[in-house]
């Protein structure tokens, strides 16, 4: 099968070309060209917080009032029954499965308690990748060792939330053990980029209010940093997505909370398209291959027979088609 002016995302390389197949084997030719149809990874939602869906009614509040420790959101997990929270979370699940995402990245507050909500839940065929966060701000090595055992890494709240020296050692404790670090970062209001930077993370979430000196410098340590478009647009933050275009910038796409925004990373990056005004095909670059550093490639991609834009603008416009795949070549 041969498939020209095609614009591939794969592997962690974004090109145009033809994609030709035989037998499993594929072998990319570039080519510029202006691209007809679109062929992809499947996507990665960069973040969420699968465990808030269950909130029918938010308050419209600021960042730290509604989701800040001790604030709206954590008041509700307190007095909500943990049936109620799985459902909402299996529901969640369930639009993920549909738009055949291969992997997302839940923040899991709450420590340990936080974590078992997952427990015996069927991903279906996603790769789920929670990154868990201890209890309190007291540095106690046995619960870091229990989350590890059931988590992929530590994603932490804000610097700003906690002691330095306490993300120091969470951070070390998940690097040590070959886990992953993550962090929230200049939301809602600058935070100091070197300070975040002693931190190790593996990628930074927001940064909507980071400097353009501070986008240079994650630029320069080549951390993605992970855009929620739903989120920000809720939270009405106000900035220049100008240093969202900065060259050698790695961005990734999540839908952030389950209870602001439903976790379909097709209608985020429609909202990415429409209110950071990025071009489609880095839309479509940004969704499938920046997070597969950490996720490893996946054996399979999807086809549409149409242009990117289509593919970024359209959330119900499925597959064509898709394929299973044993090796990549790139010409
Ligand atoms: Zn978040």
């Not at 699968?50 to 954590?74: M, N, Q, T, Y």
């Not at 439903?262 to 909202?271: A, C, D, F, L």
């Amino acid at each position: 099968m041969i498939l020209e002016n095609a614009f591939i995302s794969i592997h962690e390389k974004a090109v145009k070309g033809t994609l030709i197949y035989e037998n499993g084997t594929v072998y990319i030719k570039e080519k510029d060209i202006d691209p007809e149809i679109t062929i992809t990874s499947p996507f990665i939602n960069a973040h969420t917080h699968l465990g808030d869906g269950f909130i029918e009614s938010v308050p419209r509040l600021d960042v730290k009032s509604l989701v800040g420790p001790g604030g709206f959101k954590a008041k509700m997990l307190q007095i909500t029954d943990r049936e109620k929270i799985r459902d909402s979370i299996k529901y969640s699940i369930k639009i993920m499965n549909g738009e055949y995402i291969s992997s997302f990245f839940d923040f899991r507050e709450s420590g340990m308690e936080g974590l078992k909500l997952l427990e015996n839940l069927d991903f279906g065929n996603i790769t789920p990748f929670i990154l868990s966060r201890p209890a309190g701000k007291e540095l106690d090595k046995t619960e870091l060792n229990e989350l590890l055992k059931l988590s992929s890494g530590f994603g932490m709240s804000g610097i700003n939330d906690y002691p330095l020296h306490f993300l120091e050692e969470v951070s070390l404790y998940a690097k040590n053990n070959n886990k992953l670090f993550a962090i929230h970062a200049s939301e809602a209001e600058r935070e100091n980029i070197d300070e975040i930077l002693r931190l190790n993370p593996d990628f930074v979430i927001h940064m909507y209010n980071g400097s353009i000196e501070d986008f240079e410098k994650l630029i320069a340590r080549d951390i993605p940093i992970i855009i929620c478009p739903s989120s920000a647009i809720f939270f009405n933050h106000k900035f220049d997505t100008g240093k969202f275009k900065l060259d050698g910038i790695k961005i990734g796409i999540g839908t952030d909370n389950a209870m602001i925004t439903v976790p379909s990373i097709r209608s985020e990056m429609r909202i990415a398209w429409l209110y950071f005004s990025m071009e489609a095909e880095k839309i479509i670059e940004y969704s499938t291959i920046t997070m597969q550093r950490f996720t490893g490639k996946p054996n399979n991609i999807l086809i549409f027979n149409k242009k990117p834009q289509k593919v970024v603008r359209d959330p119900f416009y499925r597959p064509d088609r898709f394929l299973k795949i044993n090796e990549i070549n790139f010409e």
